[in-house]
């Protein structure tokens, strides 16, 4: 019932910046707690940024000050803008809504070429 579509991932070279976008069709997006996270194959899923229904929004230390999520409830869309983009950044991001349950989106591949 509740779905998050990603987009926006894709290759870059290291030092670009992509936007990622998630679109979600639930009503309750404005009051859920939003955040990205990302995977790499073999590895834990990790927290990206978070951002509350009041725009208070937090960052893992890897990616502070190159990344900014933000949230437009008037059109149920949650963005991670990457800026700086490393290697390291390689990986499958996801977007997560949190409201009584915890919903997750399908993920985008976001490549960073050396």
């Known amino acids: 019932q509740v779905q998050l579509v990603e987009s926006g991932g894709g290759l870059v070279q290291s030092g670009g910046s992509l936007r990622l976008s998630c679109a979600v069709s639930?009503?309750?997006?404005?009051?859920?707690?939003m955040g990205w996270y990302r995977q790499v194959p073999g590895k834990q899923r990790e927290l990206v940024a978070t951002?509350?229904?009041?725009?208070?929004?937090d960052y893992d230390d890897d990616v502070k000050g190159r990344f900014i999520i933000s949230r437009d409830n008037a059109k149920n869309t949650l963005y991670l803008q990457m800026n700086s983009l490393k290697p390291e950044d390689t990986a499958v991001y996801y977007c997560?809504?949190?409201?009584?349950?915890?919903?997750w989106g399908q993920g985008t591949q976001v490549t960073v070429s050396s």
């Open positions: 951002i509350t229904s009041g725009d208070g929004a």
């Open positions: 997560n809504l949190k409201w009584g349950g915890s919903y």
């Open positions: 639930s009503s309750i997006f404005s009051l859920a707690f």
